[in-house]
């Protein structure tokens, strides 16, 4: 068997997903809500004549909290900004808006780091995790029409075996991406399901493989000595896999997906984060949170239903939609 020609460009997203302008532009729509909820309440408190006092920095707090930025991330925020103040630092209320808006910046920042496919790996191996009802299939499949159009040939294993409806969907999206699937019938050990995916991935010289798992509740010990064997059994035929675990979050489950995180990262170590549905939640705060306690990588954020609304996380897009500099 000949192996595809691999692409030149090693980055998951493609060429034209990348265009900043397109990308910024879906963005700001998808965080309108939480735009509405932070950034304009930050507008109403802090671009008026208001005094730096401590009336001021208790309406800050309330705002952030209720935004979801949690109350570690909150506290972090507003220590600087009262020391600031109290050494009268800052003018005025709008400069607690820029401080406020790089502070975030500066947490963001490090978390934006893209997917990277390794052209010295083949194949480089996914496994997705995340509970039930967070768009994990969903978002598995936009990844997947992304690295196809980037050139990548990639095969999706069906490794949800707990749920019928689980196979049968990522079926549905393996045929409509034209991608191979492994699957085999509900209720099938899911670390078989791997185990064949990946051997069929190495025999078909394909450069990704994406591994599908259940998404019982996180607190389930069942679900994730599950995935504690997936991820044993894949690392018996390369000892580096898999080389990303990803776990997909949905936005708007606010503190939730902190404890999810927890569970999730102490039980097959988190490598990456998609975070969803930041389209429908006006508490888009939840992502400085998680950048804040955990700074692992935040891959990718979903802010619509379509194939193209996937996003590589761009940290100065993210605060750009979220706070905008000229508000």
């Known amino acids: 068997m000949t192996a595809p020609t691999r692409p030149d460009n090693n980055t998951s997203a493609p060429r034209s997903a990348r265009d900043p302008g397109g990308l910024l532009g879906r963005l700001r729509a998808g965080l309108a809500s939480a735009r509405q909820s932070l950034g304009h309440g930050l507008s109403d408190l802090l671009l008026g004549a208001r005094a730096l006092d401590a009336s001021l920095l208790d309406d800050l707090e309330s705002l952030l909290l209720s935004a979801d930025i949690g109350i570690e991330t909150t506290e972090f925020l507003l220590s600087d900004v009262a020391a600031r103040v109290g050494r009268k630092e800052l003018a005025d209320t709008r400069a607690v808006y820029a401080l406020l808006r790089q502070r975030i910046l500066e947490i963001v920042q490090p ?3 893209p997917l990277r496919v390794d052209p010295a790996v083949r194949p480089f191996v996914i496994m997705a995790v995340g509970v039930n009802g967070v768009g994990k299939t969903t978002t598995i499949a936009k990844l997947a029409h992304q690295l196809k159009r980037a050139g990548h040939p990639l095969i999706l294993a069906a490794g949800d075996t707990f749920r019928a409806a689980a196979v049968d969907q990522l079926k549905v999206w393996a045929q409509r991406l ?20 990946l051997h069929a991935a190495r025999a078909r010289a394909t450069d990704v493989l994406i591994v599908d798992t259940a998404g019982r509740q996180h607190t389930h010990a069942g679900l994730m000595d599950e995935l504690k064997k997936i991820k044993r059994v894949l690392q018996k035929i390369d000892p580096a896999a898999p080389h990303e675990v990803m776990l997909v979050l949905d936005a708007s489950t606010g503190q939730n997906a902190i404890s999810q995180l927890k569970h999730f990262h102490e039980a097959v170590g988190v490598t990456g984060i998609a975070l969803t549905k930041l389209d429908g939640t006006a508490k888009g705060g939840i992502l400085i949170a998680i950048a804040r306690q955990y700074r692992i990588p935040l891959r990718f954020v979903g802010v619509g239903e379509g194939l193209e609304d996937l996003q590589v996380f761009n940290a100065g897009d993210y605060v750009e939609a979220l706070l905008p500099m000229q508000p």
Do not use: C, K
Not at 178 to 195: E, I, K, N, Y
């Open 111 to 113: 978390v934006s780091q």
């Open 178 to 197: 034209d991608v191979p699937l492994v699957a085999q019938p509900p209720g099938s050990d899911a670390a078989a399901v791997a185990h064949d995916a």
